[in-house]
């Protein structure tokens, strides 16, 4: 069954670098979405991504944030300075024409220490 | 604004035993309403969604869920819950303002299921 993966599963990162998360979605998806869920805190959106560009994004998503889908397959969010409180897991999502449905990776784990 | 609520943190069942997890919204218009699961470590996994039609819908690994116009409410439901279940819900709204299909979510419950 075709899934979304993410890489890494785990980055530690030192404040203030630049950390970029990456994404395959599923080959057929049209629709790519990221979330970050801080421990013990609900998923929340970032962004969602269609057609080669940004279509909404959240008041979270600031200009440390950036994405980007450099080939056909990857879909990246970038984070140019990271600080202590991008600690989280982001998810990243998919979705094809006309489904309701979102797929979600397994999430990356981002340490900022 | 739209919103999603799960009133309880956490939900405590022995297996066997009939499971609810509640989710309640607020939207205008007709809700895209879904439920996803988070095992330990892992990633959301779709379990079952409501967009039109009937009121009860069926989901993956046993589960269903009922959507409720007039009480605002789309509980989780199974029959017979099994230790395998236990996880972490979360109720989700499609954002219909947005234009690229955003999901919502609740807080999360964590289903516990004891032997």
């Known amino acids: 069954e075709p899934e979304v993966t993410q890489t890494p599963s785990h980055q530690v990162t030192q404040m203030g670098q630049e950390v970029i998360l990456r994404c395959v979605p599923i080959?057929?998806?049209?629709?790519f979405y990221w979330y970050r869920q801080i421990l013990g805190q609900k998923v929340e959106f970032l962004v969602s991504f269609y057609n080669n560009e940004i279509s909404e994004k959240s008041e979270i998503f600031d200009d440390q944030f950036s994405v980007e889908r450099p080939d056909g397959s990857n879909f990246t969010l970038k984070i140019r300075s990271t600080k202590l409180e991008d600690s989280a897991m982001y998810f990243c999502?998919?979705?094809?024409?006309?489904?309701?449905?979102?797929?979600f990776g397994q999430g990356t784990r981002l340490t900022v220490v | 604004a739209q919103s999603v609520a799960q009133p309880e943190d956490q939900v405590n069942v022995a297996e066997g035993n009939p499971l609810t997890v509640k989710c309640t919204y607020s939207v205008s218009g007709n809700p895209y309403l879904f439920w996803y699961v988070q095992y330990p470590n892992r990633g959301l996994q779709f379990l079952l969604k409501y967009i039109t039609g009937d009121n009860l819908v069926k989901g993956s690994y046993g589960f269903e869920a009922e959507f409720n116009k007039s009480q605002t409410s789309f509980h989780l439901k199974k029959p017979s819950a099994l230790v395998s279940d236990s996880a972490l819900y979360f109720c989700a709204v499609r954002d219909i303002g947005g234009q690229g299909g955003k999901l919502i979510f609740g807080q999360g419950t964590e289903l516990s299921v004891k032997p």
């Open positions: 999502a998919s979705k094809n024409r006309g489904a309701t449905e979102a797929f």
């Open positions: 080959s057929n998806h049209l629709y």
